[in-house]
């Protein structure tokens, strides 16, 4: 990841009672996004804004269906109401290494987005305290790596910071998506 071009830090708290709220900074520290997501939803509809105030929409995440293990995820630009790819999570391969498929408007496979490797993502998941273990996902294939994401360990706010490579091919809004979707479904399996 030598030619990072951005860098976003998601930033969720991890008690929270009715909910959960994102933030999403720059890499100046500047805040460029917010979420507020309900609590107890059946269906995810995840709205970010540019800001707290709620004004103005950035972009939207939504599930096309309820609770599957499987999901596909709807990402649309809210300022041109056009979708702008989807992410779909890869069910029974999740249990072990998460795996998400990145997809096109027309819900062609483009891109993987998977978690670094199956022994410590067996060790986050079946050995005591292995929630310590900060995540790592990377987007992209074999050869090329366009996108690093890593989770950050804090018991109490649960941290990602996102870097994007100059020659990231993807629209920006779908791999904040995709950060923000591991954020909010994947780390509930950590906290």
Known sequence: MSNVATEYTIRRKVFTLMGAKFHIYNREGALVG???????????????????????P???????????????????????????????????????????????????????????STQLALVRRFVPLGNMVPQHYVLGDDTHQFVDMRTHFNPFIHRMTVSVNADCPFHPLLVLAGAILLVAIEGRQQG
């Not at 107890?40 to 970010?48: G, M, S, T």
């Not at 995440?61 to 989807?86: C, E, H, L, M, P």
């Open 58 to 116: 950035l972009l939207s995440i939504a599930a096309r269906s309820i609770i599957d293990f499987s999901a596909a995820y709807d990402v649309t630009d809210a300022k041109t109401n056009q979708k702008v790819g989807a992410l779909r999570r890869k069910g029974m391969s999740s249990i072990i290494r998460d795996e998400w498929d990145l997809l096109d408007v027309h819900d062609n496979p483009i891109s993987k987005l998977r978690e670094d």
């Open 34 to 56: 917010f979420s507020k997501q309900k609590a107890f939803k059946l269906k995810e509809d995840i709205r970010v804004y540019t800001d707290e105030s709620m004004n103005t």
